[in-house]
Every structure is written in C-alpha cells, then in structure tokens.
C-alpha cells in the first residue's frame, strides 16, 4: 500500500491565482482530513470528511473547498490565493474504529507570492 | 472546548539526557491520546498511543507516556535521547467516541546536541 499521497510537493503560486492539492489514500479510509502547518502553531484542521459525499469544516475553513467524491480521494482547493495561505499543507486519514489514529501524507509546501 | 497545551516549545539536550516532554489538554471526558513525531523535512508519524487500560504506554524507538487522568497529562519520556531524536513533537486529543477530529498541540521542537 502507498498509504496517503499528495501532489504536488512544491507550489508557487501567484496571488488571486487558484489551484487543487490533490489527495489520495489506498487504505479504504472512511474519515480524511486537511490540515495546514504553520511554524509554531502546530496543525490546524481545514476540512474534513467522514466519507463520501459528506464533508465539514474544521477551525479554518475559510479560503478553502473540498469535494470528496469517492472514498479514496480528497481533493482541496484554493480560490483566489493570498500570502496568509502560504503553508505546509498535509492530508490525513483513518478509519472507523481506530480511534481517529490518523496516518499522514507527505506534505504540500505552497508558497503564495 | 478542547485544547492541547505543550508547555515546552523548544528543547535543546545533550545526547544521553533523559527526555520528559509534556501534554495536558482539557477535555474532562473519555480520551484517546496520541504523540505524534516529525523528523526534519518529513510528515507526521505516530510515536504512540493511549486508548485504555494501563495509563503507561510504549511507542517505538523506546518513548514512552503516561496517561495520568486526574492531571489531565500525557507526558512523552525517554530516558536516554540520540542525536536522532532530533525532530518536532506534537501531543493530540481525541474526545472519544463524540468526535470525529483530534486536536494538535503547538508542537516541540527538540534538538539533540551530538
């Protein structure tokens, strides 16, 4: 298994430009997050799903949309980006039963110039 | 609502130093507590657990945390740190079967001198 993937690793984006992470697990996960890293702040929840169809939002939302269509993927896109979301951002996943132990993708490391 | 505090931001130890990092949140009902560990340039990887039964916990590369319920603490130790051990650790809560997220403290930052 590959677990969670994410692309792409590295972004610059211009700003009011928009673009899609894309997010992808092989797990059979029900429950998927996004989650944006900002040095000294710890993780902060953007949206989350707990299966298809369904999603929600977490602490900051705002700037942010998600689809989640199928189980595997968890696509997150930026309208109109701006310097404020320059940021590491990471998916994650996991399942019922488990907790909410969550297993964690690479990152996205997008800079907004 | 809940939150995660990790008092210490930055921690700078010799290698063989003993380790005690520490977590308290303030949810008042059943938890799950995780330590989560970040090697430099790398994603988020799960050091250990507490669900239930015994507070005191294993995770790999010899850490270590004890679930003390009354002080609202999950405490990372290690007794002996390696340059290695050189990374980002994040505390995190989740408020039992009521929810579906879990909630990050701010993060560690621990340097091991050589």
């Known amino acids: 298994n590959a677990g969670v993937t994410q692309t792409p690793k590295f972004r610059i984006l211009k700003i009011g430009q928009s673009m899609t992470l894309q997010c992808t697990q092989d797990?059979?996960?029900?429950?998927m997050y996004w989650y944006r890293q900002d040095p000294g702040m710890g993780l902060k929840l953007i949206y989350y799903s707990v299966g298809a169809g369904i999603t929600d939002k977490g602490e900051v939302p705002n700037g942010y949309n998600v689809s989640r269509s199928t189980t595997e993927d968890f696509p997150l896109r930026l309208e109109l980006a701006a310097p404020s979301q320059t940021s590491v951002y990471f998916c994650?996943?996991?399942?019922?039963?488990?907790?909410?132990?969550?297993?964690f993708g690479p990152g996205t490391r997008l800079t907004v110039l | 609502a809940q939150s995660v505090s990790q008092h210490n931001h930055h921690v700078i130890l010799s290698e063989a130093a003993s380790l005690e990092l520490g977590c308290n949140y303030s949810?008042?009902?059943?938890?799950?507590l995780f330590w989560y560990v970040q090697y430099p340039g790398q994603h988020l990887q799960l050091l250990l657990k507490?669900?239930?039964?015994?507070?005191l916990v294993k995770g790999i590369k010899g850490f270590e945390a004890e679930f003390i319920k009354s002080k609202f603490s999950f405490n990372l130790r290690k007794p002996s740190v390696q340059w290695s051990d050189t990374a980002e650790y994040f505390c995190a809560v989740n408020a039992g079967r009521r929810d579906d997220k879990i909630i990050f403290g701010k993060g560690t930052r621990l340097h091991i001198l050589p």
């Open positions: 949810y008042g009902g059943t938890v799950n």
């Open positions: 507490y669900f239930s039964g015994d507070p």
């Open positions: 994650a996943s996991s399942y019922l039963g488990s907790h909410n132990e969550q297993f």
């Open positions: 797990m059979n996960h029900n429950y």
